[in-house]
């Protein structure tokens, strides 16, 4: 599957922001499908993914309450609301065939999109 990321920008503290990741060719259904962000100086670190067998979602624990998962066979939106300065990164989407361990690690994940800068202001 190839990935696509879109919805990247400038916002202040406490804004909301919403990314999608879109399956170019293939789709979704059988793959874990999630987003990651690296910050400058940072090694790349899980925001959340949805796991396609049931469909749930699962978060970092920085993230949970504020940001905000949904996926169909060829979509996933990250919708981030109450944004702040610490969530300033480039994030990128991630696609898994694995699903049963709810992958959390970048060497779990197969396939990458390219980045988004979000940058959150103050």
């Known amino acids: 599957v190839q990935l696509q990321a879109f919805g990247g920008g400038l916002v202040q503290v406490g804004d909301s922001l919403r990314l999608s990741c879109r399956a170019s060719?293939?789709?979704?259904?059988?793959?874990?499908v999630g987003w990651f962000r690296q910050a400058p100086g940072k090694e790349r670190e899980f925001v959340g993914a949805v796991n396609w067998v049931g469909g749930e979602a699962y978060y970092e624990d920085s993230v949970k309450g504020r940001f905000t998962l949904s996926r169909d066979n060829d979509q996933l939106t990250l919708q981030m609301n109450s944004l702040k300065p610490e969530d300033t990164a480039i994030y990128y989407c991630a696609a898994t065939t694995l699903s049963a361990t709810y992958p959390r690690r970048t060497y779990e994940y197969d396939f990458w999109g390219q980045g988004t800068q979000v940058t959150v202001s103050s």
């Open positions: 060719e293939g789709t979704f259904s059988t793959y874990t």
